[in-house]
Structure formats: structure tokens, C-alpha cells
């Protein structure tokens, strides 16, 4: 049995602790939005938030996740697409297959809460995750938009 924190809901949940916290998420809870790509935490489709930093789900099992942890999914950024990510992700036309789309925006949301001013070097050196469409010149873009906007970080 274990408890998670996810989205503001604790959940009890049966299941085994070497399993991984994305399948929890994905089969256990039934909230999608959390993606499968490799399974090795290389391609970071399956980034949640855990405490506010991003974390590639698929390799971590969900033993080593406490109850008091905060974990946030796509899901849970933002019910309705509002968050600055996810609009600045519209603005620059930047899903194209769209496969990657919720680990990256997780990605970019962690990113730009720790670092509200980053750089082109800053992202480049944080944002690892793998788009197979290569949409990395709108992502940057995006990250900068949502960073000269001022409406992300630690105020």
C-alpha cells in the first residue's frame, strides 16, 4: 500500500513498491497525461514534479516516494490549459506530434519556478527532455517568452 500526495489528493494506493510511479499514475489513478517514452528516465515524456522539481517518473518506483511529498502531474499544472507554459507552448506553435508535450511543459514550469530569468544557456543545460520532432527553437522561445513575462518564478 502506499500514499501519495498527487494533484492536492492524498490517495491510497495497492500496489507494489518497486513498481514505477508512472504506471501508478497512468494505470493505477488513470490520469494519461503522464507519457511513456523509454522507460530509463532518458526521454523525460513521463516528467512530473515531485516538491517542485522535475522528475522523470518511469524509473522511479514508488517506494521511494513519501507521503509528504508533492507530487504534480500535467494534469495538475493546470486543469484548463491556463498555466503561462502551456499558453506560451500555443503561442509558438510548438506541439507538433505533441507525444513529448506534457514532460517538456513539466519540464519548462520546474525550470522557470527555480530560474524565473534563465538563459539560452540555462535552458539548454536543463531542458533534456527529447522531442523526436525537434521542436527545440519554439521551446526555447517559449521558456524566454514565459521569462520576459515575469508571470512564473519565485517573485
Not at 513498481?19 to 512530473?48: F, S
Not at 506534457?102 to 539548454?124: H, V
Not at 527553437?137 to 521558456?143: F, G
Amino acid at each position: 500500500m502506499a500514499k501519495l500526495n498527487l494533484n492536492g489528493k492524498t490517495l491510497d494506493i495497492a500496489v507494489d513498491g518497486d513498481t514505477p510511479l508512472l504506471w501508478v499514475i497512468r494505470e493505477q489513478i488513470g490520469l494519461t497525461g503522464t507519457k511513456y517514452g523509454c522507460g530509463v528516465a532518458q526521454c523525460g515524456a513521463c516528467t512530473v514534479h515531485i516538491d517542485g522539481v522535475a522528475t522523470r517518473s518511469c524509473a522511479l518506483p514508488i517506494s521511494a516516494v513519501t507521503e509528504d511529498q508533492k507530487i504534480v502531474t500535467i494534469e495538475g499544472l493546470s486543469p484548463d490549459g491556463s498555466h503561462p507554459v502551456q499558453k506560451a507552448w500555443i503561442a509558438h506553435d510548438v506541439p507538433q506530434c505533441g507525444y513529448c508535450q506534457s514532460g517538456m511543459i513539466m519540464a519548462a514550469a520546474a525550470l522557470l519556478q527555480a530560474n524565473p530569468k534563465p538563459t539560452e544557456a540555462d535552458i539548454a543545460n536543463e531542458m533534456t527532455n527529447i522531442c523526436r520532432c525537434g521542436t527545440y527553437p519554439r521551446v526555447k522561445a517559449a521558456i524566454l517568452d514565459v521569462a520576459a513575462s515575469g508571470t512564473l518564478g519565485r517573485g
